[in-house]
């Protein structure tokens, strides 16, 4: 039998990390293949179908032809109508030669930390937060300057600590609201206080905003928005939270106009284009009727409170409420366990899939993830079995 010859990776592989949902997702998986019963609360995706007009204007789009590579910055049309929409919606005057169209959200946060950050750049980014800033900040070889977001503020961070970090060697600053995987929303006090933060520091905002549809209490505020930030603010936005299609691969960064040109050139390395079909069904997410996103919204409102009222009977567990996005981060801290080994326990012995806080980063030690995409029974049925089992283990 031939061996395999030595696997010789370049160095910088070592540095790059993962999305630990979708191991998980694995583990959960490989759990039902030996017949076991799992509530997925793991992954996070939305669990309702992309909706109607939207499938139709991709099933139009495929038959009159939107099979073909496109612009790599994406289709002028969809580009006009993310203008308009970014314009709208943050108060600032877009124009489409400002928008970068990508598959997903991911390959903005890629490309906006591959394009700025050389060796040694420190970059802010929120910690428990998108485990792939973290990962994409050490692969490109720049220094990870974790700012922690705090309970206490309702997992906000300290303004005062903030501005503390910024240093010299600050490139980029990573913005997530409302946040993965806490549910935090920024106040429009804490983007007053970052802006002042930052001053007139050449310093490259990347605000992610994916989930800034899904807000409960409240309203969503950019700092594209604040004075003198539209120049160095990259803004991610995009399809895949608001409007259910994770599958479908759209996403866009809204940035200055030379920056784009690079941006693209990384698209034109990377991937060409976005899918042209996808494309077009994106103008008529962002110009067709939005019923559907409230309607999305107001479910995951009415599953956070059924889940955070739950778990907050479960000895050990303690959890405020997530203002936006679709997770619950309960403390566990007093369960005097791991948050690796309880998230592990609660898959294997009660049967409910959900993320350790760690997954998170470092500060999400003692914090569990549950995403609440998933139906009212089944949350109930999550609560039921963490609960029976907290009851007996801990
Ligand atoms: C904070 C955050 N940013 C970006 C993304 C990426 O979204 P997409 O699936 O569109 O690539 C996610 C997905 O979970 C996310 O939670």
């Known amino acids: 039998m031939n061996k395999l010859p030595e696997l010789r990776l370049a160095h910088r592989m070592a540095r790059l990390g993962t999305e630990t949902a979708f191991e998980v997702l694995v583990k959960a998986r490989a759990l039902e293949a030996q017949g076991r019963d799992i509530v997925h609360l793991e992954i996070g995706e939305p669990d309702f179908d992309t909706p109607r007009n939207i499938i139709d204007a991709g099933v139009d789009a495929l038959q009159k032809g939107f099979t073909h590579y496109g612009p790599s910055a994406g289709l002028p049309p969809l580009r006009e109508a993310i203008a308009q929409y970014v314009s709208e919606t943050r108060r600032v005057d877009v124009t489409p030669d400002e928008v970068v169209v990508v598959p997903g959200g991911k390959p903005i946060i890629f490309f906006s930390i591959l394009a700025p950050c050389d060796r040694g750049d420190e970059v802010i980014y929120p910690n428990p937060g998108f485990p792939i800033y973290e990962s994409m900040i050490n692969y490109v070889g720049a220094k990870a300057v974790p700012i922690r977001l705090r309970e206490e503020k309702d997992f906000r961070f300290d303004v005062d600590e903030f501005a503390a ?26 983007i007053e206080g970052i802006a002042r933060a930052i001053g007139d520091r050449n310093i490259i905002v990347l605000s992610d905003e994916i989930y800034s549809r899904l807000i409960f209490e409240g309203e969503h505020h950019s700092i594209i928005s ?49 899918a042209s079909f996808t494309q077009m069904a994106g103008i008529e997410a962002l110009r067709g009727p939005q019923d559907s996103v409230d309607a999305m919204c107001a479910k995951f409102k009415e599953r956070r409170d059924i889940m955070v009222a739950g778990l907050n009977t479960i000895k050990g567990f303690s959890c405020r409420l997530p203002k936006g996005a679709f997770y619950v981060f309960p403390n566990v801290k007093q369960t005097g366990w791991p948050s690796k080994k309880l998230a592990d326990a609660i898959l294997n012995e ?7 806080g760690t ?5 999400g030690e003692g914090y569990l993830r549950f995403s609440i995409a998933n139906s009212i029974e089944n949350i109930e049925k999550a609560l039921d079995r963490v609960g029976t089992w907290a009851a007996k283990n801990l």
């Not at 970090?165 to 804490?190: A, H, W, Y």
């Not at 990259?234 to 599958?247: E, Q, R, V, W």
């Not at 997954?359 to 500060?363: I, M, V």
Request: proline letters at 2%; aromatic letters at 8%.
């Open 165 to 190: 970090l910024i240093t010299d060697r600050t490139k980029l600053i990573i913005l997530n609201s409302p946040q993965n995987p806490t549910g935090g929303v920024l106040e429009k006090k804490d």
């Open 350 to 356: 009660a049967g409910v899939a959900a993320l350790s």
């Open 359 to 363: 997954a998170f980063g470092e500060y």
């Open 226 to 274: 604040s004075h003198g930030f539209q120049d160095r603010t990259i803004l991610l936005d995009g399809f895949s939270k608001t409007y259910a299609m994770t599958g479908w691969r759209m996403g866009y960064g809204v940035m200055r106009a030379d920056l784009a040109a690079h941006i693209s050139r990384l698209m034109i390395n990377s991937n060409s284009c976005t």
